[in-house]
């Protein structure tokens, strides 16, 4: 049974930075490609970064240029560097694979105020 364990949330300013981790133990972690996934008070969960077993990167429009995405196959970790963050970036962050076939850990809270 893979678990996803999520960290590095906080309560920030509009403009500061976070850097999320996620350790995953259980599964071929390095075969798969990985996603943060985010969710928002009354709202669906949105795929905003996924990165490729290979490291090749993909993100949401909302996020492109603020947010990298990155793996450490050797820690079974994935992290998420959130720069200039926005008030409508506050949500519950998550990370799965891209297509969501893991079972989803806590999550780490995203607070951002204006």
């Known amino acids: 049974q893979v678990q996803l364990v999520e960290s590095g949330g906080g309560l920030v300013h509009a403009g500061g930075s976070l850097r999320l981790s996620c350790a995953a133990s259980g599964g071929i972690f390095s075969a798969r490609t990985m996603g943060w996934f985010r969710q928002a008070p009354g709202k669906q969960r949105e795929l905003v970064a996924s990165?490729?077993?290979?490291?090749?990167?993909n993100y949401a429009d909302s996020v492109k240029g603020r947010f990298t995405i990155s793996r450490d196959n050797a820690k079974n970790t994935i992290y998420l560097q959130m720069n200039t963050l926005k008030p409508e970036d506050t949500a519950v962050y998550y990370c799965n694979t891209a297509t969501g076939i893991y079972r989803w850990g806590q999550g780490t809270q995203v607070t951002v105020s204006s």
């Open positions: 990165i490729t077993i290979g490291s090749s990167t």
